[in-house]
């Protein structure tokens, strides 16, 4: 009789654990957002906007500017974001990931980066990723990586 009480209060002490994190989802005209939380506790949700401005600043040389947004319900603080550039037909490394921090975002806020870079004639794509090493406990961790392709010179 001891060991099925037992089992009864483990299984109802493990039911209220997984109870106690719950996700709902919100649809407006721009976005789906997800919201979890954890034990009633909101988190941020980082994702990199696609729509990356590249402007030829002079012959051969690019400005990059992309907008980071935190869509969740509450701030995201000391916010990294990593970005890297490689030829588009080999996978050649041409510039590493090179991280920035771009402090905090509150929550509905955003943070512009700009990057430059001199880049021969060719095809190349762009990856930016916020959060990269994954400090930040978010909403959603599956947004935070995006991939451009994009030529030289710019069309």
Sequence with gaps: MKKIMFALVSIILISACIGAQTSTTTTSADATTTSTTQAGQALPDLYISDDIVLK?????????????????????????????????????????????????IGAGGSQIMLKFYSLSDGDYTLTIRADPVERISESDESNNILTKDFSVPLQ
Excluded: W
Aim: hydrophobic share 35%; charged share 30%.
């Design 56 to 104: 030829k600043v002079a012959t051969g040389d690019i400005s990059m500017s992309a907008t980071i947004f935190n869509k969740g319900k509450t701030a995201a603080e000391n916010v990294i974001v990593g970005e890297e550039v490689k030829e588009k037909a080999t996978g050649k490394l041409i510039y590493p990931e090179e991280q920035m921090n771009k402090g905090n």
